[in-house]
């Protein structure tokens, strides 16, 4: 390739600097919401508290999470992401930092709340982001990208909060943690936006971007979608097959999220040091190994199949990929335990952003995708939010983590049966009727 054509190519995929945007929003929104989990004994010792209430402590986050998400679907389609974002973290970054000021288990379920809140912003504002953003074939890898935040997260805030909490104790690790996110927001405000109003791109990208990102319907960026179309989504039965396998997938996620510190360090009692470095080595191989499949998943496709759910047999896939946490409790072997979760953690993340990539392909009218996608994300979350829960109860009445494993296998498989027999057909055509 010669200087010029290198020099042409580079030019014309400035919407790279989307991809690391989102991935870094997603990457800080996680390493926040798991840093509980790394300092989770320090905490349990300080406030005197059981199993079962840690389950209500790491789930109460999820409670105003879940609530928040649907109504952040419908304000995405009528107002822009950027400044959507930028109240979200601002608000959870402040909670965050707020941790460090807890006195009491109540303080604590306050604080988690709030930041739950705020988080609920940044993972529909990304699907809507790539709609927006990225040709329709691209897709699969956008979405994968900055779901591999969700990952990259947890593996880097591992190290970092177990770092900053083995130097100076657990509360100054909120502090830093909460300071990061300003450090995105000040990015957001000053360089993003649509592409159709950024200066920074070249008149051949910004064509290319508004050419293809619809693969051939309608091009609705911009226009506003109606909340009626809700009722709509929920009466379609490709929305409900997306958002049981999403159910299965997020349960895994927060499972793993939550509690694999604590699984570690009670099966082999690990300091606090190597606890994060070990919850660190699942999530940091989920990553790259995402992303591959995120790849590959496009270049299997072509505009008609992308449009009629090809994506379909890919994310089915990953989600029996990810059911192999159900082989956990077979093992003494810590090398092979690791490797367990990571090959799971693998298959949840593919899947998860996959699943969103499906009901992109299967919702034709742009202007209710954000509406699609956050009842996606509303069902992975109502199911997740029991995780921690059922899993503080299963670990209290039996002494064990091994149903607490066994459980989300079994929800897993739930998952790839429902999302293989229901989502064969459009979620929301072109031309179908808006509710009013």
Excluded at 59 to 82: K, N
Excluded at 262 to 274: A, E, F, P
Excluded at 366 to 391: E, F, H, R, Y
Aim: hydrophobic letters at 55%.
């Amino acid at each position: 390739m010669s200087v010029q054509t290198a020099a042409a190519a580079t030019s014309h995929f400035r919407r790279g600097w989307v991809y690391v945007l989102t991935l870094a929003l997603v990457t800080i929104n996680y390493m926040d919401r798991s840093a509980l989990g790394i300092v989770a004994q320090s905490v349990r010792g300080e406030f005197k508290l059981s199993p079962v209430e840690m389950g209500y402590l790491f789930s109460s986050f999820l409670w105003t999470y879940t609530l928040c998400i649907l109504p952040i679907g419908i304000l995405l389609d009528r107002f822009s992401a950027r400044n959507i974002n930028a109240i979200g973290i601002t608000l959870w970054s402040l909670a965050m930092a707020a941790t460090a000021g807890v006195w009491s288990f109540a303080s604590l379920i306050v604080v988690r709340m709030v930041m739950g809140a705020g988080e609920a912003t940044s993972i529909p504002s990304c699907g809507r982001i790539v709609r927006e953003w990225m040709p329709a074939q691209e897709r699969g890898v956008a979405n994968v990208v900055w779901s591999a935040g969700s990952f990259v997260g947890p593996a880097l805030g591992a190290v970092v909060t177990a770092s900053i909490a083995s130097a100076w104790g657990w509360r100054a690790a909120f502090i830093v943690l909460g300071a990061l996110g300003f450090v995105w927001l000040a990015c957001n405000l000053f360089w993003f936006d649509r592409p159709e109003k950024v200066s920074w791109l070249s008149p051949e990208e910004r064509k290319k971007i508004l050419a293809e990102r619809s693969a051939g319907s309608p091009d609705e960026i911009g226009m506003h979608g109606k909340p009626g179309v809700v009722l709509e989504l929920l009466r379609s039965p490709p929305q409900w097959g997306a958002m049981i396998a999403q159910a299965s997938g997020i349960y895994t996620l927060y499972l793993l999220l939550f509690w694999m510190p604590s699984y570690l360090q009670d099966t082999k009692h690990l300091t606090i040091m190597k606890t994060g470095l070990y919850t660190a080595i699942p999530w940091a191989i989920a990553v790259p190994v995402s992303i591959a499949i995120g790849i590959l998943s496009d270049r299997l496709l072509k505009n008609d199949t992308l449009l009629a759910g090809g994506r379909r047999a890919v994310v089915v896939a990953c989600i029996l990929l990810s059911a192999v946490v159900v082989f956990v409790p077979f093992t003494d072997n810590t090398t092979l335990i690791l490797t367990l979760f990571a090959l799971s953690l693998s298959g949840v993340n593919a899947m998860i952003s996959l699943n969103l990539s499906l009901v992109t392909d299967l919702v034709h009218r742009a202007s209710d995708v954000g509406k699609a996608i956050s009842l996606t994300i509303l069902s992975g979350n109502l199911c997740g939010l029991l995780a921690p829960i059922v899993t503080g109860y299963v670990v209290s009445g039996l002494g064990s983590y091994d149903w607490a494993l066994w459980i989300a296998g079994i929800l897993l498989i739930i998952g790839a049966l429902a999302l293989g027999t229901m989502t064969r057909s459009v979620i929301l055509p072109t031309a179908a009727p808006r509710a009013a």
